[in-house]
């Protein structure tokens, strides 16, 4: 029976791919959220929360002729046979949001959001379902300048969490060039340009000799399997190599490759004006070449995007899982689309944003140092004589009234051993005696557990042996004895 | 054609029962749950994030003899079988994780959560199907020091978020003590019990009178229904409605008027001397009957709590959408609840915890004047020569650097009016424009627009007489005047 009994018990566990996080892990993520935020608003953006849940029709998830949602995205229909679904990027429901309220929002519309998105994919190591996006989005304005703006607001977005001048580079491109370079060399079809896209976009991965094999006729990857090329000529393959590495040692070279490439199509030149419109406002705004560059390497895979294109990369080097030292890389990457409104009232808008990979970018202020939440756990005032839990709680209270972020044991406390040893599992960095003895002589006991790991640690410890881990203080004493051990951790 | 087109197209709506946060409203909100998260820490609380996505198993809303999860969530079921769902509240999660990783957590474990829940609810006026709670629990703790904690964290944190001393009241009790007062009437069916307990739990909507009729015969309500009642005699009805109103004008008074009522039942003594303990933790922890007090008439109507049981009233008046004085009310409730984690592990585990009702409670705040994200939007550059869009945009640069919020103008320039419109529409406090003539003088004109709206709202206006509300000043003076500006509307 009891064995019955057990089997039936539910299993205490996340659902695959989804994942739960303490303590500090919250808090550094808030912390990291709230700096990005800041300068968000100082320039004007305007907070929105839409909420989790969209329709499917909303989302557009619904292929064509399928009459469930598409894969990706987690739905369920309602009883009154509606399609609800977790949104999966922040950018779709601001499309909705636009849309459904265009009369009272201000046009242009700068807003952001930050929160969770669900994508039900296949989860991996490091890929989780359930995962955070912080976004940037201008909705309303054609200018060149609500893209420029963008990416001013990268770097001082990534100065102002921690990331410093030259640890991060901003890369610009805009989509007209290459298609008016795809244009000049008369590829129209929507599906090889996209497969041409999707290429491209692996060039940072494959370099040029592999970007060459993959636009003409496939190369075998590093697992041994054989990837289709697009199946351009190999003059073809040329010309898109040479765009992929047309960024010049300044930016008049880097226009000058462009409009070399780009023949005499018309968007490819409109592409390459902006550009320079943008170099220009950069410039002007005091964002340095060593800041953001123009970079034409830079494709962004995703088809909707329509113009401008941008991404944030950490250039500092990191060793990968096999050790080898690597780039960071890419944390953050947007562009102009113009079609995402359009969907719900017929009319284009013209929009412009950028997402930021918010464990990405979370992860590259652990790497650096610049991600830290204080470990320290609170002050433990241990329980000596559980009849004398009020003035433990006393004690606490006194703690706290000086900032001092302090706890009671709560647990059982005949076991004074078991008290000392969830005062170390918290990372406290002082435990407070007082029992009997020290009560009725007025003073305290103070265990340094910081101190004390470290002299238990080693044999001799030169720089502390005038500092007792354990000592007895004056009971008036307490607060400014324990703020000394606080400030000597910080 | 085009009308088809139309017809196709998506609606822009939120699902029911879901809403959009904007600006100023997701802002305040943060800010609460920021001050709230303060003091939950000093208190030695750790932060948990869980999942939003739980096993369906795991939320333990999977009735016995159906196959589809129970109403109220909102559930799919994977491709694999399993059926996943949003959580509900931020208390089963705990339980699954505290079962999952409770060899590595502290024991006790306090933590708190804060985050959106979902219930698959009609919707109603103010009632949304995603809504924030913000959570503090222990775990572990069978001690009565831990629920008393919790009632003085709450004193702290609704006075951190702006409740001030006096405008809120703490109320505890014990579920004990009625469960050994119905054990004193021989009442013993956990069904009849539960009835008793929903119907005395509606005490402060219907009264001593209204509850007598509701555990008796039943009575007629407001619309004209018949309610059942729960059939006690009107003898029995007499004891339940006197431990209800046993509150007398201090705390011995109470726990004597509560001793007479459990006659010999053990756990009614037990539940007594606990709220005797809890109050003398109280006094020393300095939570004078001002901010806490004894009070046998909160119940709460939750079946799982074995214990203490507290709640959070505030007590200030505001008029109720039919214009009448009534006061707040509730804010915030918890209380002990042993059973949860035993689901997972088959080992009961003691654990205490409150649940703060974000919406509400920032609503209070809005209603006190103490939720105050500042209204006040960007400063606007606007645009009088489109080909100078980089002059304009230093000119937000040097703002901002000045701690300024502040943006250019990104719509379509063409209108000046529409520039002012949007400026007005953004809440800005001032416009700065920058003409031809003014370049050239070095000089840079200020429209102050909330005064200038003052202004046109009345003809006269004596204290701002010397004020123009439309000034040309010298370029390098710009970012002082706005100062000044922002400053006088501080």
């Known amino acids: 029976m009891a064995k019955d009994k057990k089997q039936n018990r539910p299993k205490a566990i996340t659902p695959k791919g989804f994942r739960d996080y303490f303590g500090s892990e919250v808090i550094e993520r808030n912390q990291m959220l709230q700096k990005i935020a800041e300068i968000y608003h100082s320039y004007g953006f305007e907070a929105l929360e839409s909420s989790a849940v969209e329709t499917v029709e909303a989302l557009g998830k619904f292929l064509p002729d399928i009459d469930q949602p598409n894969e990706g995205v987690f739905a369920w229909q309602e009883d009154d046979q509606d399609w609800l679904a977790l949104r ?12 459904q309220y265009r009369n009272e929002l201000p046009t242009p519309y700068r807003r952001y959001s930050m929160g969770p998105v669900w994508r039900n994919e296949k989860p991996g190591p490091g890929r989780y379902r359930q995962f955070y996006q912080c976004d940037a989005d201008t909705v309303g304005s054609a200018s060149i300048a609500a893209d420029s703006e963008i990416c ?18 901003i890369k610009a491109n805009n989509r007209k060039v290459l298609n008016g370079i795809l244009e000049s060399m008369n590829i129209q079809e929507t599906s090889k340009r996209d497969a041409i896209l999707r290429t491209v976009d692996k060039f940072d991965k494959v370099g040029e000799s592999g970007i060459r094999q993959l636009l003409g006729k496939g190369r075998l990857d590093a697992s041994g399997a054989y990837i289709d090329g697009v199946g351009l000529a190999d003059g073809e393959a040329d010309i898109v190599v040479a765009f992929l590495t047309s960024k010049g040692s300044n930016i008049e070279t880097t226009l000058k490759n462009l409009k070399n490439l780009i023949g005499s199509s018309e968007i490819g030149l409109e592409g390459v004006n902006e550009l320079e419109t943008m170099a220009g406002l950069f410039e002007a705004g005091g964002y340095g070449s060593n800041k953001i560059s123009i970079d034409p390497s830079v494709v962004r895979g995703l088809g909707y995007y329509t113009g401008p294109v941008y991404e944030a990369e950490l250039t500092f080097e990191i060793f990968d899982e096999k050790g080898r030292k690597r780039q960071f890389g890419s944390v953050s990457g947007g562009g102009r689309y113009d079609d995402l409104v359009k969907r719900f009232t017929g ?65 059982n406390p005949k076991n004074f051993g078991n008290q000392l040893k969830y005062a170390d599992n918290r990372g406290s960095p002082a435990a407070v005696i007082e029992g009997t003895e020290e009560r009725e002589s007025g003073t305290i006991q103070i265990k340094d557990l910081i101190l004390g790991k470290k002299l238990s640690e080693a044999a001799t410890l030169e720089e502390w042996k005038d500092r007792p881990s354990q000592f007895t203080v004056r009971r008036d004493e307490l607060v400014q004895k324990i703020k000394e051990i606080l400030n000597s951790y910080k």
Chains 1, 2 share one sequence.
């Open 347 to 411: 009319q284009a808008v013209p929009a412009t944003g950028v997402s930021i990979g918010v464990d990405r970018l979370l992860a590259a202020l652990k790497e650096k140092g610049r991600a830290r939440a204080s470990g320290l756990g609170p002050v433990v005032v241990t329980v000596m004589d559980r009849d004398r839990i009020s003035d433990y709680q006393k004690i606490v209270t006194e703690l706290r009234n000086a900032s001092i972020r302090a706890e009671v044991y709560l647990g």
């Open 88 to 99: 999966y990027d922040l950018t779709a429901p601001l499309a909705r949001v636009y849309a």
């Open 152 to 169: 001013m607001l990268l770097c001082d977005t990534l100065e102002n969490v921690g990331i410093a001048e030259g640890d991060y580079k």
